[in-house]
């Protein structure tokens, strides 16, 4: 457990690719104040690709080092041009040979030195020809991520929308404020001048949902807010109250839904707490710092809390014990992970973007530059891109690259957002309204 709080030696990113000088660094940090080279090689292990941390290396055992030699190698060779090519003696690629001359000089026993290998013979080639097709559901495809998006329409809340949510499979959208939730159905996606499907009061009147949070299988929803539960939903086969966990905190800030929908994490002014979803009971009420406890989220056997106080705290989901604290020097406003529960991204009051890995000793920021009252984050549950609402803007950036896919400009401020499982909408609550985009590929 540490019990001193850690000074945050980010690497610097700009938030599109462009490189941004050093702010918020400390002095004997030894952080450069200009970014390597190769920026995706750095962010590249936040969706499968290893990267090399920003600190020591971390020792491996000798079959680990030559693998990773070898991934460093390939990663650093797909970014040269030709001329970079000839210079380090490896042989170009002439139009219509990338497909063979990549792996000729990748599987080189040494770098410059083109494999060879004589042709297979025909018992190979008989061996070859009898495995039989793999089933095209299951081949692994690339990822796509959006390069733009339309909007579909705006859907009339009626009061002010702090959270919401859409479904993958049946494309209904949630849109949550005082009193009520509303529920829409997929015929909004087409046109959106529909009214909604259902209404879904809260126990009082002046109850209000601030949190929601969709489960893995999408046929539950779990609200929390100003009032004095938090509050279970069915959503199929008809949205009704399932169970009311009863709080002991007024104000629920922030949910987080463990990846198996077992445990359910509920953030308060001082505390978290930790409900077993399975039994509706409470487990714990665990107490964090006062002003370090606005937001909350959770990977495998650890949970995040974030605040006021610019630090964001790890602690351990099995021991309850605090494992990390990372000094962020600027307000936290929102937290999330992506897809395979490998990185943790916190949004800034600065509207920059902290990124730290879950195991490993690896941290960057994405430098944004702008201050915001609001900040909301959401990953694409495809891995390859996420999206960052400040404000009026919502901007959808490629993972790792963090290059601009898309920009949207709303004309109200954008509370919070969210993307189908599918990924092919978006949704954005704002004063009285939300609004949904389709991505477009």
């Known amino acids: 457990m540490s019990g001193e709080k850690e000074e945050a030696s980010f690497r610097m990113f700009g ?87 990549s792996p000729s000089f990748l599987l080189g026993s040494e770098v410059g030195q083109p494999y060879s290998s004589s042709s297979p013979s025909e018992e190979v080639l008989s061996l070859l020809r009898a495995i039989p097709p793999i089933p095209d559901e299951v081949v692994v495809r690339q990822k796509r991520a959006p390069q733009g998006s339309w909007k579909v329409g705006t859907l009339l809340h009626g009061k002010r929308v702090y959270a919401v949510a859409i479904s993958g499979s049946t494309h209904h959208v949630y849109t949550c404020g005082s009193g009520y939730i509303r529920v829409w159905d997929e015929s909004v996606l087409h046109a959106g001048d529909k009214a909604p499907r259902a209404q879904l009061d809260l126990q009082h009147p002046q109850d209000r949902v601030v949190t929601c949070k969709l489960f893995p299988d999408e046929r539950s929803l779990i609200t929390g807010g100003a009032s004095q539960a938090v509050t279970l939903w069915d959503l199929v086969p008809t949205p009704q109250v399932r ?72 602690w351990d989901l099995r021991s309850y014990q605090r494992l990390h604290q990372h000094n962020l020097q600027n307000e936290i406003l929102s937290i999330t992970h992506d897809p395979g529960e490998e990185w943790v991204l916190a949004g800034l009051r600065t509207g920059d973007i902290a ?28 891995g390859s891109y996420f999206v960052t609402a400040i404000d009026t803007r919502l901007s959808g950036l490629e993972a790792p690259s963090l290059q601009k896919l898309f920009q949207i400009e709303e004309s109200s401020g954008i509370l919070c957002c969210d993307v189908s499982s ?16 389709q991505l477009l590929y």
């Not at 104040?33 to 000798?62: D, N």
């Not at 730290?356 to 495809?382: D, G, I, P, W």
């Not at 599918?422 to 985009?437: F, P």
Request: charged letters at 20%; proline letters at 6%; hydrophobic letters at 30%.
């Open 422 to 437: 599918d990924n092919q909408y978006l949704v954005m609550g704002s004063n009285s309204s939300a609004t949904i985009y």
């Open 15 to 101: 938030a599109y690719g462009e490189p941004e000088e050093r702010r918020d660094v400390p002095e004997s940090s030894g952080v450069s104040s200009q970014p390597e080279p190769q920026v995706q090689q750095q962010l590249g292990s936040l969706y499968g690709v290893p990267w090399q941390p920003p600190g020591p290396l971390i020792q491996h055992s000798p079959a680990d080092q030559e693998t990773s030699m070898v991934t460093q190698q390939q990663w650093h060779l797909q970014g040269l041009g030709r001329s970079e090519l000839q210079a380090a003696g490896l042989p170009d690629a002439q139009p219509g040979e990338a497909a063979e001359s």
């Open 243 to 314: 169970a009311r966990l009863t709080s002991t905190g007024p104000t629920c800030y922030s949910l987080a839904v463990s990846s198996d929908a077992r445990i359910c994490l509920a953030c308060f002014h001082g505390f978290v707490e930790i409900w077993d979803l399975q039994n509706q009971i409470l487990i714990r009420k665990h107490e964090v710092p006062v002003y370090g406890s606005r937001c909350v989220d959770i990977t495998g056997n650890i949970f995040w809390t974030g605040g006021e106080d610019t630090t964001l705290y790890s």
């Open 355 to 382: 990124f730290l890995h879950t195991r490993r000793n690896e941290q960057f920021k994405a430098v944004m530059k702008k201050y915001t009252r609001h900040h909301s984050l959401k990953f694409a549950s495809c």
